[in-house]
């Protein structure tokens, strides 16, 4: 069944962006101001988004282990971090390309670049973190902790370019009331949103699988010192 | 433009590649795991 979703979700997420490609590169015409790179949006927002929303996730699950004891929901919270962290590092270096082309530096210690690599540098402790503590119980409460503190930096990220002037743009997608994209170029943002989310999805459930394989490794070592 | 599409992709790829890795690491784990605990389970 799992394989099945898999499989599923791997030929939505291939037809989506296959169309999507053909729409960034052959349909749309250049940006006025920018010429050609700023169709580097199309992949920056949406790994951005899923970032935020994976770290998101990733702390309610959290949360939910804390109050249930579940250890399944630790390890979705797990799952879904690990893979928000390829999602952010793609927002981040994918920005960078941009500025370097746009503004002439690589970086800029602005309010939303400056949270964003805080919020990156915090999960990949968080990872690190659950690397060193061996017992499973104290590993996930230490690991939600962290989870709350880094998704607080995320929720800060988000809003900073409506609460600071920064040197990153203020926000552009309607449904921020942004409303700096032209009618038409906008929509292959959500599209390759829901592309990457089905790819997202499918590097969860494969992490999950992972997670399941180790905690049965962990039972038969409990069974064979037992003996 | 290019830059950024094949960093993005690159960034995807490397991490499926680590992900097969850990994957079949896990997997020589289980099966040896599995070894060990049906050779103590075997009588004496």
């Known amino acids: 069944m799992r394989t099945k979703i898999i499989l599923l979700l791997a030929i939505v997420s291939a037809a989506l962006l296959a169309w999507n490609l053909q729409t960034i590169f052959l349909r749309l015409p250049d940006e006025l101001n920018q010429g050609a790179i700023y169709r580097i949006i199309y992949f920056h927002v949406p790994a951005n988004i899923l970032g935020m929303t994976g770290f998101g996730l990733g702390m309610l699950f959290s949360l939910v282990y804390l109050v249930t004891k579940n250890l399944r929901y630790d390890a979705l919270a797990e799952s879904l971090t690990e893979v928000a962290l390829v999602f952010a590092s793609i927002g981040l270096v994918t920005g960078s390309i941009w500025a370097r082309i746009i503004w002439g530096v690589w970086w800029a210690w602005d309010v939303r670049l400056t949270s964003w690599l805080v919020c990156w540098l915090i999960f990949a402790g968080y990872l690190m973190l659950r690397h060193a503590i061996e017992e499973p119980i104290q590993r996930a409460k230490f690991a939600a902790v962290v989870s709350v503190f880094g998704t607080v930096d995320a929720y800060i990220s988000y809003k900073s370019i409506e609460w600071y002037r920064n040197q990153h743009p203020a926000p552009v997608l309607s449904i921020r009331n942004g409303g700096g994209m032209a009618p038409g170029m906008e929509a292959p943002i959500w599209w390759n949103l829901l592309a990457l989310t089905c790819l997202a999805a499918i590097l969860v459930i494969v992490r999950m699988r992972q997670q399941g394989i180790a905690r049965e490794i962990d039972t038969l070592r409990r069974t064979a010192h037992s003996y | ?44």
């Not at chain 2, 960034?11 to 599995?34: A, F, G, M, Q």
Request: glycine share 2%.
């Open chain 2, 1 to 44: 433009m290019l830059y950024g599409l094949t960093a993005a992709w690159l960034i995807v790829v490397v991490y499926v590649v680590l992900l097969s890795l850990r994957d079949r690491k896990l997997r020589k784990e289980l099966d040896r795991v599995r070894r060990m605990v049906e050779t103590a389970e075997k009588p004496k």
